[in-house]
């Protein structure tokens, strides 16, 4: 565990050294704030377990820092957080008090007229069967991504998550230009009690060379090396190279026809031998600007270590009156098997007293072993003004993984219902329900109602514009 605790030190050490310029410029923003909440919460069955393990009483204290700094050519975001908790918890139950749930977030960005550089850094500590909203796995891009290990969420033991990611793009407005990338992620496990729960590392490496042939036309070539390791049973690595040649031209009537073709292999080795697989991967796709929106439609084939997979998908956004939509649809079948649905909705309605928004995603992903799985999320929102300074609201989301091979899936629902107040412009406090519901193959179905009461705010500790 200890070494785990570097990881921050880690982490702070690295944002000395580029905030450093940063905090010296006087042509950008430069804020920080701290967020503050108190929350009171009753729960039943708090780690959704089969049966139930009883009702916990908690009272949690939220802290987080916040710094942004942007100027003409760089941008710098840091987030930490904690929360200190205690509680009155059943027997048998190992839920973390004091100090917990410490997490760090870094992310920087350079930009010149030819050339940008960008890096991210994250590490994040939680105990595996605390409770926590699936919000919680949200992307950069606004979509809830299922993790890797949603699957065996479940037990006792403590849950490390860490990523680092890089990338320098060279010559982006030049006839010939050059990006590389890397990245490192993993999960580490302690104390747990699923056998389920091994330390995963995953490593990236890739480096991709664009070649304009006229302002249309752009010619790339894609090296990719990707590292998994599994600290399980077998000590399982596995590595893939790839190599992809692609073609992306504009045509006279804004449609863009992107084509790319290549080879991969891929080496897995562990205590049973080694195994080589290898095939043609490809992807043609077309989009175009309509006058209200877009349109696209693509064929891919992928393989991984099991074998190819073939999809078929297209989609179309809009520019709605009082908001958006955009939507996709299509299939995927592996190995000639029968045909999964795959797709993708986001919808956001904006009227002068409310607000509701849904998204829904079904796609391929990959689990915690490297193995592909059908996953689908989704997210729905609806907030209604009473007033100028009280709300109502209604948010569910939804997480369903299925192991087709197997036949097996684990799904988790949550639904919320609040009422929200401001006190001031900064702070407000909120009270509610949420009801969980988590269905597994072979394990059963688990429920818990939360009731709860927060206080929540904001205060600036540095406010420069």
């Known amino acids: 565990m200890k070494k785990w605790l570097a990881v921050p030190a880690a982490i702070s050490g690295i944002l000395a050294v580029v905030t450093h310029p940063l905090l010296a410029q006087e042509d950008g923003g430069l804020s920080a704030t701290l967020d503050i909440s108190q929350r009171?919460?009753?729960?039943?069955?708090?780690?959704?377990?089969?049966?139930?393990?009883?009702?916990?009483?908690?009272?949690?204290?939220?802290?987080?820092?916040?710094?942004?700094?942007?100027?003409?050519?760089?941008?710098?975001?840091?987030?930490?957080?904690?929360?200190?908790?205690?509680?009155?918890?059943?027997?048998?139950?190992d839920i973390s008090t004091g100090f917990a749930d410490p997490r760090v977030s870094l992310r920087y960005a350079r930009e010149s007229y030819n050339a940008a550089f960008n890096f991210s850094g994250s590490f994040q500590q939680?105990?595996?069967?605390?409770?926590?909203?699936?919000?919680?796995?949200?992307?950069?891009?606004?979509?809830?991504?299922?993790?890797?290990?949603?699957?065996?969420?479940?037990?006792?033991?403590?849950?490390?998550?860490?990523?680092?990611?890089?990338?320098l793009d060279t010559g982006r407005d030049a006839p010939l230009g050059v990006?590389?990338?890397?990245?490192?992620?993993?999960?580490?496990?302690?104390?747990?009690s699923a056998n389920s729960l091994t330390d995963t590392t995953r490593t990236r490496l890739g480096v991709t060379t664009r070649l304009r042939f006229n302002p249309s036309t752009t010619g790339r070539v894609a090296l990719k090396f990707?590292?998994?390791?599994?600290?399980?049973?077998?000590?399982?690595?596995?590595?893939?190279?790839?190599?992809?040649?692609?073609?992306?031209?504009?045509?006279?009537?804004a449609t863009v026809v992107d084509a790319e073709l290549g080879y991969v292999n891929i080496e897995t080795r562990d205590t049973n031998g080694n195994e080589t697989?290898?095939?043609?991967?490809?992807?043609?796709?077309?989009?175009?600007?309509?006058?209200?929106?877009?349109?696209?439609?693509?064929?891919?084939?992928?393989?991984?270590?099991?074998?190819?997979?073939?999809?078929?998908?297209?989609?179309?956004?809009?520019?709605?009156?009082?908001?958006?939509?955009?939507?996709?649809?299509?299939?995927?079948?592996?190995?000639?098997?029968?045909?999964?649905?795959?797709?993708?909705?986001?919808?956001r309605h904006v009227l002068p007293s409310s607000t509701l928004s849904a998204r829904i995603n079904r796609r391929v992903s990959t689990n915690k072993d490297d193995e592909e799985r059908i996953a689908t999320s989704a997210?729905?929102?609806?907030?209604?003004?009473?007033?100028?300074?009280?709300?109502?609201?209604?948010?569910?989301?939804?997480?369903?993984?299925?192991?087709?091979?197997?036949?097996?899936?684990?799904?988790?629902?949550?639904?919320?219902?609040?009422?929200?107040?401001?006190?001031?412009?900064?702070?407000?406090?909120?009270v509610g329900v949420t009801h969980r519901l988590r269905d597994e193959t072979g394990v059963g179905t688990a429920d818990s109602t939360s009731v709860f009461f927060g206080l929540n705010g904001s205060i600036d500790l540095l406010n420069r514009r």
């Open 40 to 93: 009171f919460e009753s729960t039943s069955n708090l780690g959704l377990d089969v049966p139930s393990n009883g009702t916990t009483s908690l009272a949690t204290t939220s802290l987080g820092f916040n710094l942004t700094s942007r100027t003409s050519t760089q941008r710098l975001s840091l987030s930490a957080r904690g929360v200190f908790r205690e509680g009155d918890f059943p027997a048998g139950s």
């Open 126 to 167: 939680t105990d595996v069967d605390f409770a926590r909203s699936l919000t919680d796995f949200v992307n950069e891009d606004g979509e809830l991504e299922l993790p890797e290990d949603f699957e065996d969420l479940q037990g006792t033991g403590q849950r490390n998550r860490f990523s680092f990611s890089t990338s």
């Open 179 to 192: 990006t590389f990338s890397a990245g490192v992620s993993g999960t580490r496990y302690s104390n747990v």
């Open 226 to 253: 990707d590292r998994f390791d599994d600290d399980d049973a077998l000590n399982t690595q596995r590595d893939t190279y790839s190599i992809n040649f692609g073609v992306s031209n504009t045509l006279a009537n």
């Open 277 to 347: 697989d290898a095939g043609v991967i490809g992807r043609i796709g077309v989009s175009r600007d309509l006058l209200n929106g877009s349109a696209n439609a693509s064929i891919a084939t992928s393989r991984d270590q099991a074998g190819n997979r073939i999809t078929l998908q297209g989609g179309r956004s809009f520019d709605l009156p009082s908001g958006s939509l955009s939507a996709s649809l299509g299939l995927t079948s592996f190995e000639g098997d029968s045909p999964d649905v795959v797709g993708s909705l986001n919808w």
């Open 379 to 430: 997210t729905f929102s609806f907030t209604q003004q009473i007033n100028t300074v009280s709300s109502v609201a209604l948010s569910a989301d939804y997480g369903l993984s299925e192991d087709t091979a197997a036949s097996t899936s684990t799904s988790l629902t949550g639904v919320t219902i609040s009422y929200n107040r401001a006190l001031t412009e900064k702070w407000g406090y909120n």
